[in-house]
């Protein structure tokens, strides 16, 4: 995969779009981000391997970056029962 910094500012630009009125709380920005990351690079990655690879990541970094978990950032789409989105 050949990804460059125009990547990156898309994830940039798309989170800066925000309204004023939508801001209500870092969880939604960090969900935003989540949604941003997975949009711009998930969607290009073609082996299974891969996006479990992206997602892992991002499960890693919204702890280390965010000090918030993953699962409980996105509990509202867990549907399952199994603890995990």
Partial sequence: Y???????AKVV???L???K??????????????????????????????RKWLLSAVREQTVKGFGQKFDDLCKHLHTNGDGKV
């Fill in 2 to 8: 050949a990804f460059n910094l125009r990547d990156f």
């Fill in 17 to 19: 779009m925000v309204g």
């Fill in 21 to 50: 009125a939508q801001c209500d709380g870092a969880a939604r920005h960090i969900r935003l981000w989540c949604h941003e990351v997975f949009r711009v690079f998930g969607d290009r990655l073609v082996d299974d391997v891969d």
């Fill in 13 to 15: 630009f798309a989170m």
